[in-house]
C-alpha cells in the first residue's frame, strides 16, 4: 500500500497548530505556536484576542510543517481539520483555512472532533487493540469513553459541571498559581502532604460513571476563604497536594468502575490532565494489579496539538469518511 501523508491542523483554543503524520503513526513534522504567554495576563484565554493569534500565525505554521516533513501541498493525501468543540473564532480560522488549502490542493477534507483528536494521540504512541476504555481529561471536558472500533464509541460517563482541568485551573487562580493551573498545581504539590486537607472526592450514585468537580473545587475555596477571615495562612503545596490527589482518587475511582463493568484490557488517558505525573502513575500501578494495560502519550501529545488531529484524520480517510466543503465550526460539538 502506499504511503498516505495528512497535514493536520488545529485551532480550536489557544494553540495554533500543524503536523504532517505519514501511515497515522509517524510524524514528520509537528509545529505548536502556543499563545500561553498572551493569555496568562489574563489569567485565562480571551476568546478574540485567540482568534486574531490563530490569524497571523496560521499560515506560517503550516507552511513551515510542510517544509519541514519536506512535503508540497500536492503531495498530501488529506487535510484534517479540528471543527469542534472550542471558541468559534478560533475554529473558524483553522475550518476557513484547511477548506481553502484542500481545495486548492484537491485532496479530501477530513473533519475532526477534537476530544476523539486527543484520544487518537495514543495511536501515535503505541499499537494499539479494540476494544479501549479512554479517560479523556481536558480544560473543557471530562469523559470515560468505549471504543470498539475506529469511529465507533460510546460516551460512559462525563462531567456534571466543571471539567477536572477547568477545576485545576480555578484552584490554581484562587491560591495565586498561574495559568494554565493543571501544571501550576502539580509543581506547587511537589513536597506538600496531600492528606493535609481531607477534600471531598465526590462519586455521585453508586454506579454512576459521571463526574462532579464543583463542588470539591467549592471545598478548597471554602477552606481558603475561611482562613483569611481567621488570619490564618495555609500552606499552598498542602492545599495543591490535597486538591491534587482529591481530582486523581476520583478519576481513577470512575476508571476502575468502568473497568469493573466491562472487559476491556487496554485504557488509554487522553487530554491536558493526562500529562499529570500522579494521576499516571496512580493509574499505572492500579491497572497493573489487573493486568490492564495503560498507554498515554507524551505530554506534548496530551495538550492541543496538531499531531492528534492528523492521527485521527487517517483512520477516517481510510473509511474515506470525508467532510463536504461546506463543513462548519461547531464550537459546542459533542461526542455522541
Ligand atoms: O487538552 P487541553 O490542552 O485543552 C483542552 O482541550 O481543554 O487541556 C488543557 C488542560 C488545562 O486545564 C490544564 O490546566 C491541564 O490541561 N493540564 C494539566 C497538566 N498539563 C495541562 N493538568 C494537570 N497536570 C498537568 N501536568
Ligand atoms: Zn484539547
Not at 252 to 270: F, G, N, S, Y
Request: glycine share 10%.
Amino acid at each position: 500500500m502506499n504511503d498516505i501523508y495528512i497535514l493536520g491542523i488545529e485551532t480550536s483554543c489557544d494553540e495554533t497548530s500543524a503536523a504532517v503524520v505519514r501511515n497515522g503513526r509517524e510524524i514528520l513534522s509537528h509545529i505548536i505556536s502556543s499563545q500561553v504567554r498572551t493569555h496568562q495576563k489574563y489569567g485565562g484565554v480571551v476568546p478574540e484576542i485567540a482568534s486574531r493569534e490563530h490569524s497571523l500565525h496560521f499560515e506560517p505554521v503550516v507552511q513551515t510543517a510542510l517544509k519541514e516533513a519536506k512535503l508540497g501541498f500536492d503531495e498530501l493525501d488529506g487535510i484534517a481539520v479540528t471543527y469542534g468543540p472550542g471558541l468559534v473564532g478560533s475554529l473558524l480560522v483553522g475550518v476557513a483555512g484547511a477548506k481553502a488549502m484542500a481545495y486548492a490542493a484537491r485532496v479530501p477534507l477530513l473533519g475532526i472532533n477534537h476530544l476523539e483528536g486527543h484520544v487518537y494521540a495514543n495511536f501515535l504512541e503505541a499499537k494499539l487493540k479494540f476494544p479501549l476504555l479512554a479517560l479523556l481529561v481536558s480544560g473543557g471536558h471530562t469523559n470515560l469513553i468505549l471504543f470498539q472500533g475506529h469511529g465507533d464509541f460510546k460516551v460512559l460517563g462525563r462531567t456534571r459541571d466543571d471539567a477536572a482541568g477547568e477545576a485545576l485551573d480555578k484552584v490554581a487562580r484562587a491560591l495565586g498559581l498561574g495559568y494554565p493551573g493543571g501544571p501550576q498545581i502539580q509543581q506547587a504539590a511537589a513536597g506538600g502532604n496531600p492528606r493535609a486537607f481531607e477534600f471531598p472526592r465526590a462519586m455521585l450514585e453508586p454506579q454512576s460513571l459521571d463526574f462532579s468537580f464543583s463542588g470539591m473545587k467549592s471545598a478548597v475555596l471554602n477552606t481558603l476563604n475561611s482562613a483569611r477571615m481567621k488570619g490564618v495562612t495555609l500552606e499552598i503545596s498542602e492545599l495543591a497536594a490535597s486538591f491534587q490527589q482529591a481530582v486523581v482518587d476520583v478519576l481513577v475511582r470512575k476508571t476502575l468502575m468502568a473497568l469493573a463493568q466491562m472487559p476491556v484490557k487496554t485504557v488509554v488517558l487522553a487530554g491536558g490532565v493526562a500529562a499529570n505525573a500522579l494521576l499516571r502513575q496512580t493509574l499505572k500501578e492500579e491497572l497493573d494489579k489487573r493486568e490492564v494495560r495503560l498507554v498515554y502519550p507524551k505530554p506534548l501529545l496530551c495538550t492541543d496539538n496538531g499531531a492528534m488531529i492528523a492521527a485521527a484524520g487517517y483512520y477516517r480517510y481510510l473509511r474515506q469518511d470525508f467532510a463536504p466543503w461546506t463543513l462548519n465550526a461547531v464550537p459546542g460539538l459533542s461526542l455522541a
